[in-house]
């Protein structure tokens, strides 16, 4: 019995620092997404009701190896307002995702590629938008999509 026990304890401490070392978590009332472990956030800005912004709310989170050139910010869009999409944008593309109806395109910005997935929710629009050196880009995909497909509104 008190072999098993010792096991159960082994077992269950080494399973949860396998889960708990994947990924943080950014929640607040009315999101929450995923996001590298390594990774930190630098920023949760809300900007005063008569600042022209496109956004409601921004929050960024980084790879701290490689500074903001590797970032992902998600942003509740405000009502009536869209993502400034540039020009150059790239295979732009309905999507949905976790059932709400959207778009996802990326451009090239000076020496980065971003992508940029926007949802429609009832809560509001929401866009993710991730961005990384050119070279670097294919290989952040992984983090990239932990944030995205993670991401969820509150109901």
């Not at 072999?3 to 607040?28: K, M, P, Q, T, W």
């Not at 929050?59 to 992902?72: N, S």
């Not at 009502?79 to 395109?105: H, M, Q, T």
């Amino acid at each position: 019995m008190k072999h098993r026990v010792l096991l159960i304890l082994i077992f269950s401490v080494a399973v949860s620092g396998c889960l708990g070392d994947g990924y943080s978590v950014f929640e607040n009332h009315e999101i929450i997404f995923h996001y590298p472990a390594s990774w930190r956030q630098v920023s949760f800005i809300h900007p005063p009701v008569d600042v022209d912004t496109h956004y409601e709310y921004a929050v960024t989170v980084t790879d701290p190896e490689r500074g903001p050139e590797t970032a992902a910010t998600v942003e509740k869009l405000k009502l009536n307002r869209s993502y400034p999409a540039p020009e150059g944008v790239l295979d732009k593309r309905n999507i949905s995702l976790r059932g709400y109806p959207g778009v996802e395109f990326s451009y090239p910005e000076n020496e980065s590629m971003v992508r940029v997935t926007i949802i429609s929710t009832p809560r509001g629009r929401y866009a993710i938008v991730c961005r990384a050196g050119r070279d670097d880009f294919e290989g952040d995909l992984k983090s990239f999509d932990l944030i995205k497909y993670s991401f969820r509104v509150k109901s």
